[in-house]
């Protein structure tokens, strides 16, 4: 493992909100707190489970200041801090820097579509250039699930050449292994991240460095498990039992899916409310994956 | 015509920017006083053809204020306030009523995909709530080509019907000509809008409002003649001369083409400049248009 670059389980952060359907600082400093303690090596504030996209500029400020000031260290911190928007990016990731974050988790721009790498590389490298700090270590973030527009293996190639010091791993939520392969063995060193649990165990035979996955705010622990001890005999049996969790939980929709488990784990059901265009899942929906998780 | 609604050729206006990269506020206002002089019913700053997505928030408020400043009518104004956070489009949302502005263009939230009606309902209600001013009115921004997620027929009398005095139009940019005739059908006394002036003689025979297009930035007079003149015998002759047009400017990136077109009539080459992820067309890609339409 190198010490350059993160690695390990690393847990986007899911995000609370309070009646008024205002992020809840405490709950959110509370839950990063108690998932490091858990196990996690590091987390993703503002991707995709956490809501990012649906937070306002200000709340997604506020809220990386609150893990700060809640005494997250900022070495165990990668926000996502992509947008639509070159200027809000660039807004986001200085303050990341500014806090001594490990780096930052970088969608591209996504409202566009059929847009050219060479779009994408310049939108990259705009960021880079106008944050213009030798700290910044950026994260690619591809899921083109959501997102459509996605870094393809040669464009990750251009932007690690163009800025090696500073574009140093990819999040991979295409959910095609081969993809995460192919990247893992065309950049020896760089720190590619599977973004769900299911190819933890391939994904650091290949070389990789882990993963970045939205149950890891559910099951930090056994994913951590598998992490130290992957090149143990019993990693395939760790690898089955991680991956039939993982299984269980996403035949329902994800993220409400797993404030309903941090709801029942914590005794607090404030922690059920999503933002639209997101919707609640009904307790009778949730109850079947709540049950077999208990047993 | 109903004077409740927008309705005629509304200019998506572009958006100019400095060697800096940045907004151009005075070539902005400039643009905007030229395009209702040349016809022009209304303007809507901020939408896809503004590069609205690429902007930041405040970004887009001082150009909002620009315009007003520069005397630019409000009324005369429909803002795209659309974005993926709820709180920020709140926030742009609330500045467009402050300034008194005609209506505000809003963009489903575009992140996530497979999105349900009743999620961006729940998206909309709470932008129409959270601003809570009587003032409000919201145009429907249907662009299922760059956003994927759009408004459903269905979607649309809901909305309607749970705010029948805030939710008075939609514009239509499917470039499905079908779903527009559905909507204009399907609601009377609704200001539908065509998303392209290719269908605009066909929308206003229908019964719709007119056409908020990218070409009304290069073309005003021509679609404001036809729109003053439907009922009359030529106006068949008329269209067709307008998507002779249309289809020439279209055979080329909408964007930067019509900033060439822009900085040929103003003699202004600071026009030229997109901002990442879009690309600038290079003068001799976009040459033999120029040529033709100077022809």
């Known amino acids: 493992m190198t010490t350059e670059h993160l690695n390990g389980v690393v847990a986007p952060l899911l995000t609370p909100f309070?009646?008024?359907?205002?992020?809840?600082?405490?709950?959110?400093?509370?839950?990063?707190?108690?998932?490091?303690?858990?196990?996690?090596?590091?987390?993703?504030?503002?991707?995709?489970?956490?809501?990012?996209?649906?937070?306002?500029?200000?709340?997604?400020?506020?809220?990386?200041?609150a893990l700060v000031d809640g005494g997250i260290a900022p070495a165990q911190l990668l926000p996502g801090t992509g947008s639509c928007s070159l200027a809000d990016c660039v807004q986001l990731t200085r303050q990341a820097v500014e806090h001594g974050c490990a780096g930052v988790l970088l969608l591209p721009p996504f409202y566009y579509k059929g847009i050219s790498d060479e779009g994408i590389f310049r939108f990259v490298a705009e960021v880079v250039e106008q944050v213009g700090d030798e700290r910044l270590r950026v994260y690619l973030y591809h899921i083109p699930p959501q997102a459509v527009i996605g870094y393809s293996v040669e464009l990750v190639g251009r932007l690690r050449d163009a800025y090696p010091q500073t574009v140093v791993g990819l999040k991979d939520s295409s959910g095609d292994w081969q993809n995460t392969a192919a990247v893992i063995q065309a950049f020896p060193g760089f720190a590619t991240f599977?973004?769900?649990?299911?190819?933890?165990?391939?994904?650091?035979?290949?070389?990789?460095?882990?993963?970045?996955?939205?149950?890891a705010n559910v099951n930090a622990g056994p994913?951590?498990?598998?992490?130290?001890?992957w090149q143990n005999d019993a990693a395939d049996e760790?690898?089955?039992?991680?991956?039939?969790?993982?299984?269980?939980?996403?035949?329902?929709?994800?993220?409400?899916?797993?404030?309903?488990i941090v709801a029942r784990h914590t005794g607090d059901p404030g922690w059920l409310r999503v933002r639209p265009p997101l919707l609640e899942l009904a307790a009778e929906d949730a109850q079947t994956v709540l049950t077999s998780l208990a047993a």
Not at 20 to 28: I, K, M, S, T, V
Not at 198 to 207: E, F, H, M, V
Not at 223 to 229: A, G, H, I, T, Y
Not at 246 to 260: F, G, V
């Open 238 to 260: 760790m690898q089955a039992a991680i991956t039939a969790r993982r299984e269980l939980i996403q035949s329902k929709p994800m993220i409400p899916m797993l404030k309903h």
């Open 18 to 65: 309070d009646d008024a359907g205002q992020p809840h600082a405490e709950r959110f400093v509370a839950h990063a707190q108690r998932l490091l303690t858990d196990g996690c090596t590091a987390l993703a504030p503002f991707g995709t489970t956490g809501e990012a996209t649906s937070l306002g500029m200000q709340e997604r400020r506020s809220l990386l200041d």
């Open 223 to 229: 994913l951590r498990e598998l992490f130290d001890n």
């Open 194 to 215: 599977s973004g769900s649990e299911i190819s933890l165990l391939a994904n650091l035979r290949a070389g990789g460095a882990g993963c970045i996955t939205a149950t």
